[in-house]
């Protein structure tokens, strides 16, 4: 794998002030958002909330009705293969694999914005294309190596389990060079083993200087894996900090549950407990028989 010299701290992504509204539908709402090199991002929030739809922003699936957003320094261009060939790959929530294309055929399409031949080139096989095909040949199987996935190359995707599957997306949007990666519930329908092994994998992109912003359901493999995780509800941010600032807030847990948190139901129980502790706590202090004891 290529490494790219990237300074640690410098940021890759800056998503200022994206609004996307469908008719009536606010999707998402101002919402501000940065990845910097070297770093692991996490975009948590209910279903609904507008996090693919935050993707497709940054992608160029979707042009924003509002809001700005750069890839190092540079506006993106409101088109993704554009946006690709700037450095920004992603996977999606659905996989979109080529079904009955060879896992290598896949990875291979995935360099098409990175070799002077292109996407139909790649298919029809031209003969610029065998020119370039050697070395886009090693390159994929590398990729297909570092995801674990070599041994399959020749299967058919659509042979490959869920789980494999996903890891050859991944793999598919390395192929295009990216400086950064977007990865969309990239552990849904995972096992817990197929869940910490794609955890290492992102750790090993993270290290081979590829910036990563993942969206995910599972809260453990979030929190293990993320510098900072911001939370998305009804397409605002609502919090947005490291793994233990997003895990002690209140509001998030409260949009999780569904509920509003003021004047949550419970709140007169949970004020008696703390009343019948508060009276409680001089008894214990003063344990019968301890002090004396002593
Ligand atoms: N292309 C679209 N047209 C209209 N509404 C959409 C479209 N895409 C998403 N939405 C709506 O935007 C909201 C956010 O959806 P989505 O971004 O998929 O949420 P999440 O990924 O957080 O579950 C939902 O209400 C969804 O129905
Ligand atoms: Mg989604």
Same mark, same amino acid.
């Given at each position: 794998?290529?490494?790219?010299?990237?300074?640690?701290?410098?940021?890759?992504?800056?998503?200022?002030?994206?609004?996307?509204?469908?008719?009536?539908?606010?999707?998402?709402?101002?919402?501000?958002?940065?990845?910097?090199?070297?770093?692991?991002?996490?975009?948590?929030?209910?279903?609904?909330?507008?996090?693919?739809?935050?993707?497709?922003?940054?992608?160029?699936?979707?042009?924003?009705?509002?809001?700005?957003?750069?890839?190092?320094?540079?506006?993106?261009?409101?088109?993704?293969?554009?946006?690709?060939?700037?450095?920004?790959?992603?996977?999606?929530?659905?996989?979109?694999?080529?079904?009955?294309?060879?896992?290598?055929?896949?990875?291979?399409?995935?360099?098409?914005?990175?070799?002077?031949?292109?996407?139909?080139?790649?298919?029809?096989?031209?003969?610029?294309?065998?020119?370039?095909?050697?070395?886009?040949?090693?390159?994929?199987?590398?990729?297909?190596?570092?995801?674990?996935?070599?041994?399959?190359?020749?299967?058919?995707?659509?042979?490959?389990?869920?789980?494999?599957?996903?890891?050859?997306?991944?793999?598919?949007?390395?192929?295009?060079?990216?400086?950064?990666?977007? #990865?969309? +519930? &990239?552990?849904?329908?995972?096992?817990?083993? $197929?869940?910490? =092994?794609?955890? *290492?994998?992102?750790? %090993?992109?993270?290290?081979?200087?590829?910036?990563?912003?993942?969206?995910?359901?599972?809260?453990?493999?979030?929190?293990?894996?993320?510098?900072?995780?911001?939370?998305?509800?009804?397409?605002?941010?609502?919090?947005?900090?490291?793994?233990?600032?997003?895990?002690?807030?209140?509001?998030?847990?409260?949009?999780? #549950?569904? +509920? &509003?948190?003021?004047?949550?139901?419970?709140? $007169?129980?949970? =004020?008696?407990? *703390?009343?019948?502790? %508060?009276?409680?706590?001089?008894?214990?202090?003063?344990?019968?028989?301890?002090?004396?004891?002593?």
């Amino acid at each position: 794998m290529t490494t790219q010299t990237i300074t640690r701290g410098e940021t890759v992504l800056d998503a200022r002030g994206v609004t996307m509204r469908f008719g009536g539908l606010t999707a998402v709402h101002n919402v501000d958002l940065t990845v910097d090199s070297g770093e692991i991002v996490g975009l948590i929030g209910p279903n609904g909330a507008g996090k693919t739809t935050f993707f497709n922003c940054l992608t160029g699936l979707y042009v924003p009705t509002e809001g700005e957003v750069r890839f190092k320094g540079q506006v993106l261009p409101p088109k993704s293969f554009k946006v690709t060939a700037a450095g920004i790959a992603r996977t999606f929530q659905n996989i979109r694999l080529f079904a009955n294309m060879s896992v290598l055929e896949n990875v291979l399409v995935g360099r098409h914005t990175r070799t002077k031949e292109g996407f139909w080139a790649a298919i029809l096989r031209s003969p610029g294309f065998h020119r370039a095909e050697r070395a886009s040949r090693e390159r994929a199987m590398e990729l297909l190596e570092f995801v674990g996935l070599a041994h399959k190359a020749e299967h058919l995707a659509r042979n490959l389990p869920y789980g494999e599957q996903r890891k050859l997306e991944i793999a598919r949007a390395l192929a295009s060079e990216p400086g950064l990666l977007l #990865l969309d +519930e &990239p552990t849904a329908g995972m096992n817990p083993q $197929e869940t910490r =092994a794609t955890e *290492e994998l992102v750790f %090993a992109i993270r290290d081979k200087g590829i910036a990563v912003l993942v969206i995910e359901h599972d809260m453990r493999f979030i929190f293990n894996l993320c510098d900072r995780v911001a939370v998305l509800v009804q397409g605002e941010k609502l919090v947005e900090g490291d793994s233990a600032t997003v895990q002690g807030d209140e509001r998030v847990v409260a949009a999780y #549950l569904g +509920e &509003p948190f003021e004047d949550a139901p419970g709140a $007169e129980e949970i =004020a008696e407990v *703390e009343a019948a502790e %508060a009276q409680a706590a001089p008894t214990t202090d003063a344990a019968p028989g301890k002090e004396s004891d002593r």
